[in-house]
């Protein structure tokens, strides 16, 4: 059973920094492609990063020079450093898993998801 769980979220002022983890279980992570969502209030849910092994990432277009998504696949856990926060960063950040990578990034391509973690950015 494939489990991805979230943390790291929080409130922070804008221009600030957050780091969300999400450990992962019940499968080999280094052969899943592993990426980040988010939603924003009254939005639908959004590509943000996406990750096949380390070095090979690849980012939206909004969060290109501020986001970084990492993996470190002895410990089962991804990454998303996250500076230069907006208030449009607001939102609930998902990981999720899918066996091989695929861009652009929709969430229907995506099997396996964590419950979120909330980031909100106040100015």
């Known amino acids: 059973q494939v489990q991805l769980v979230e943390s790291g979220g929080g409130s922070v002022q804008a221009g600030g920094s957050l780091r969300l983890s999400c450990a992962a279980s019940g499968y080999t992570s280094s052969t899943y492609c592993m990426a980040w969502f988010r939603q924003a209030p009254g939005k639908e849910l959004e590509g943000v990063a996406r990750i096949r092994s380390p070095g090979y990432a690849t980012y939206v277009d909004f969060v290109q020079g501020r986001f970084t998504i990492s993996r470190d696949n002895a410990k089962n856990t991804l990454y998303l450093q996250m500076n230069s926060l907006k208030p449009e960063d607001t939102g609930m950040y998902y990981c999720?898993?899918?066996?091989?990578?695929?861009?652009?990034?929709?969430?229907?391509?995506?099997?396996?998801w964590g419950q979120g973690t909330q980031v909100t950015v106040f100015s």
């Open positions: 999720a898993a899918r066996y091989g990578c695929t861009w652009p990034l929709y969430a229907a391509d995506y099997s396996y």
